[in-house]
């Protein structure tokens, strides 16, 4: 029984891990050119509309953008 929820632990972990790597990792700042983490400050003050998602470092990079200095992604 202890294997069974070891098992599910897992599962729900690996789950928890996927959904985050789904959701926007990067974002970055259309008007600065930009990017930050998800959880860095300056996400939360950016105005919406200048809001771009990036799953990857590497897509942001590709679009143009620089890593923020404060959140350094
Ligand atoms: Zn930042």
């Given at each position: 029984m202890k294997k069974f929820f070891a098992?599910?632990?897992t599962i729900i972990f690996m789950?928890?891990?996927f959904a985050t790597v789904l959701a926007a990792n990067y974002v970055g700042n259309a008007n600065s050119k930009k990017f930050h983490v998800g959880n860095c400050s300056f996400v939360g003050k950016m105005n919406p509309k200048n809001r771009v998602d990036f799953q990857t470092r590497d897509e942001a990079i590709q679009a143009g953008y620089v890593p923020c200095?404060?959140?350094n992604p």
């Open positions: 098992a599910v632990g789950t928890a891990t200095k404060r959140c």
